[in-house]
Structures are given as structure tokens and as C-alpha cells.
């Protein structure tokens, strides 16, 4: 089921994006940023380097997808745990408040595997319901910081997990 669900959000995402290049509607973009992940289940707390990549479609509309690798681990709940990968597809929705500043809202699916305790061996935290907020400083017209959270509510009794994000945007 989760495997249906990201791959049907990805078919998505590269079937908008692909309208829009054809129009040359938007920005394409990447980043490239640290994250740190505060999760319920496992009473964890795991950094990560995260990359995006997305395009605007309008000016307040776009859609981004990204991948997350994990960097430390933390114990938690029966031992140590750490990311081993994210995949992610949003929607994200941009408000202009200066020509300098946006704020950010993004809502989509993502899913993510754990390395648990080595008797619980590989643990997948699955499938996510994930949104949230942030803002994104243009630095010149090709560079912006990024600052976001993104809640991650897991399908099933998984939990849920709460994310901080700092990454520097380029377009091109």
C-alpha cells in the first residue's frame, strides 16, 4: 500500500512538472540542508542531510520532492536508532511578504525506515501524512535559506514525528 501511495505521488509530481516545463511555468530548484527529527514512538532524536528538488508552477504553487539520509544516531526506546532514509512528494503553497521573504506551507506523503535496536534488527516507521510551515529568505536571485517544520503523522499506531529543516535553495 505504501508503495502504491509514494509511487502514485511521484507519477504525480513529475506528470505536473512536466506540464510546467513544457509551458516554462516557474523555478526548478534544489537544496540541500540538515535536519532534526524528534520521534514519539522511539523518544529519539536523529539528524539528517536532507535534498530537495521542486519547481513553481505559479507563483504561490509548487511541488517538491525530497530524500533524507540519516547522519547520528540516539537512544531511544530498547536501544539506539537511526534514520536510514526518507522519501518524500508535497505540495507547497508560497505567500510573498516581501520581494525578499516568503512563507511557506507544504502538505504530502512521505515514508521512512529506521535502523532500530539490533534485536528489533531494520524498522520501518512506513507510510506519513506530512504538513507544515516555513519561511524562505532570498539571498540574490539565485540563492535563498530555508527554514521549515514539517509534522509527520504515520499511517497505523506508529506515531508521529516532528521535523526542523535549515537548507540552502539554489534555482536554476
Not at 502514485?8 to 526548478?28: E, P
Not at 532534526?36 to 536532507?50: C, F, H, P
Not at 529568505?137 to 506515531?159: L, M, Q
Amino acid at each position: 500500500m505504501k508503495t502504491l501511495l509514494i509511487a502514485t505521488a511521484a507519477v504525480a509530481t513529475l506528470a505536473i512538472g512536466s506540464a510546467a516545463s513544457a509551458q516554462d511555468v516557474g523555478h526548478v530548484y534544489g537544496s540541500l540542508g540538515y535536519q532534526q527529527t524528534d520521534n514519539d514512538k522511539t523518544d529519539s532524536k536523529l539528524g539528517s542531510v536532507n535534498a530537495r528538488v521542486g519547481t513553481k508552477i505559479t507563483p504561490h504553487f509548487g511541488v517538491e520532492g525530497e530524500a533524507a539520509f540519516g547522519t547520528n544516531d540516539d537512544n531511544g526506546v530498547g536501544g539506539n536508532y537511526k534514520l536510514t532514509n526518507k522519501a518524500a512528494v508535497y505540495g507547497v503553497g508560497y505567500l510573498p511578504v516581501s520581494p525578499s521573504f516568503d512563507l511557506i506551507g507544504r502538505v504530502g506523503v512521505s515514508d521512512t525506515d529506521l535502523k532500530a535496536p539490533a534485536a528489533a534488527g531494520k524498522m520501518e516507521q512506513g507510510t506519513a501524512l506530512d504538513y507544515g510551515i516555513g519561511g524562505q529568505y532570498h539571498i540574490n536571485p539565485e540563492y535563498a535559506v530555508r527554514a521549515d517544520y514539517t509534522r509527520s503523522d504515520f499511517t497505523g499506531d506508529k506515531g508521529n514525528a516532528d521535523t526542523a529543516t535549515l537548507s540552502l535553495v539554489k534555482k536554476f
